[in-house]
T-cell receptor, first 114, second 110 residues
Framework: EAAVTQSPRSKVAVTGGKVTLSCHQT?????MYWYRQDTGHGLRLIHY???????EKGDIPDGYKASRPSQENFSLILELASLSQTAVYFC?????????????FGPGTRLTVL | GQQVQQSPASLVLQEGENAELQCNFS?????LQWFYQHPGGRLVSLFY???GTKHTGRLTSTTVTNERRSSLHISSSQTTDSGTYFC????????????FGSGTQLTVMP
């Protein structure tokens, strides 16, 4: 099965601080995604990327930046963390064509901003 | 834009009972995926099923594309089936972006 890992698994940050969440996939997938999940809700797409050195905005990009330095790695950056960004963040990857459209998720990062 | 409605929002079963979870969407979907979220948070893909019927173990997914609906049937439920089930649809036909429903929270009592 596809392998997507995330680090850290949990983090406590202070308001106004910088936070970087990292994602690594070993599936040779072209697409990578960052989602946010708030308690009791579904997932919402923040940023995604289909090729290294390029990122695209999703539904809720404000307050977030993304970086795709290589096919395997995709980072989510909160330059000035705010209380409202407390959530669980999931990274996912998918390929091209057929069942490769299927998205595989990492274990999530629980971020608490104080 | 695409909207995804899941029902019921929550469901409580006795072990051994069957469950039927529904997913309705507002526009044609070319990509549809069902996920299970463990109580601890891990998301697992159950089915990639944009059309037709697929089975795995006690789970069956049926998508009727022209009626813009999909269902997930769980037979002979077990306590380990407890968790939240999400369906997700492409934002627009052929889009790489998925829109998630709000989920169905399933509790299976022993």
């Amino acid at each position: 099965e596809a392998a997507v890992t995330q680090s850290p698994r949990s983090k406590v940050a202070v308001t106004g601080g910088k936070v970087t969440l990292s994602c690594h996939q070993t599936n040779n997938h072209d697409y990578m995604y960052w989602y946010r999940q708030d308690t009791g809700h579904g997932l919402r797409l923040i940023h995604y990327s289909y090729v290294a050195d390029s990122t695209e905005k999703g539904d809720i990009p404000d307050g977030y930046k993304a970086s795709r330095p290589s096919q395997e790695n995709f980072s989510l950056i909160l330059e000035l963390a705010s209380l409202s960004q407390t959530a669980v963040y999931f990274c996912a990857s998918s390929g091209l064509g057929g069942l490769s459209y299927e998205q595989y998720f990492g274990p999530g990062t629980r971020l608490t901003v104080l | 834009g695409q909207q995804v409605q899941q029902s019921p929002a929550s469901l409580v079963l006795q072990e051994g009972e069957n469950a039927e979870l529904q997913c309705n969407f507002s526009s044609t979907a070319t990509r549809l995926q069902w996920f299970y979220q463990h109580p601890g948070g891990r998301l697992v893909s159950l089915f990639y099923n944009p059309s037709g019927t697929k089975h795995t173990g006690r789970l069956t997914s049926t998508t009727v594309t022209n009626e813009r609906r999909s269902s997930l049937h769980i037979s002979s439920s077990q306590t380990t089936d407890s968790g939240t089930y999400f369906c997700a649809i492409d934002r627009s036909s052929g889009s790489w972006q998925l829109i998630f429903g709000s989920g169905t929270q399933l509790t299976v009592m022993p």
